[in-house]
């Protein structure tokens, strides 16, 4: 069973399209995460859960809008895509939200827009 | 902001050679954690270093937090192509962010 899963793998899209990437982990772990991965490879943070609630975002675009309905669950919605959006993201999850936790990462969904 | 800067960004080695990544920070670190990340594949945790000066090991991989706790370092020792990937040393800030470096890219050559 993989632990932190996200779906889909792959999305090509057009410019000025709404898409939703899914997010689920089974490790009982109580906060979640969004990282996007840029073209040079640099991961950063773009939003954290701590059991369904909001504790980071970093000054993302509004039109990315993070849903947890539970804390199992991380989902990110990207509303009117820019060609700037394509990158992969990775959610991922750790036990809670104190420093030093192990972050265990999906393997990532291929975002491409044209 | 807390920053991590990570280097070199990309290395080649022929295999058998010695490969060296850094990370260094401006501010004293919290705690250091290194990931590895395979070619297509996704970030997987390595190892995590707490106390000033500590070095550990995993096979041929060493680990290293600098005695001021401000910088880090891995050395593997005589790479195989199965040590190709990207490497990031990552910081754990007080709020539980990871901070990552920028990774360094290894190339090794058969």
């Known amino acids: 069973d993989t632990a932190v899963s996200q779906t889909p793998k792959y999305l090509v899209t057009q410019m000025g399209n709404d898409k939703s990437i899914k997010c689920e982990q089974n490790?009982?772990?109580?906060?979640m995460y969004w990282y996007k991965q840029d073209s040079k490879k640099f991961l950063k943070i773009m939003f954290s859960?701590?059991?369904?609630?909001?504790?980071i975002n970093e000054t993302v675009p509004n039109r990315f809008s993070p849903k947890s309905p539970d804390k199992a669950h991380l989902n990110l919605h990207i509303n009117s895509l820019e060609l700037g959006d394509s990158a992969v993201y990775f959610c991922?999850?750790?036990?809670?939200?104190?420093?030093?936790?192990?972050?265990?990462f999906g393997e990532g969904s291929w975002l491409t827009v044209v | 902001g807390q920053q991590v800067m990570q280097i070199p960004q990309y290395q080649h080695v022929q295999e058998g050679e010695d490969f060296t990544t850094y990370c260094n920070s401006s501010t004293t670190l919290s705690n250091i954690q290194w990931y590895k990340q395979r070619p297509g594949g996704h970030p997987v945790f390595l190892i995590q270093l707490v106390k000033s000066g500590e070095v550990k090991k995993q096979k041929r991989l060493t680990f290293q937090f600098g005695e001021a706790k401000k910088n880090s370092s891995l050395h593997i020792t005589a790479t195989q192509t199965t040590d190709v990937g990207t490497y990031f040393c990552?910081?754990?800030?007080?709020?539980?962010?990871?901070?990552f470096g920028q990774g360094t890219t290894l190339q090794v050559k058969p």
């Open positions: 490790l009982g772990h109580d906060t």
């Open positions: 991922a999850s750790s036990q809670d939200q104190g420093h030093g936790n192990t972050i265990y």
């Open positions: 859960y701590n059991n369904k609630e909001l504790i």
């Open positions: 990552a910081d754990s800030s007080n709020t539980g962010k990871l901070i």
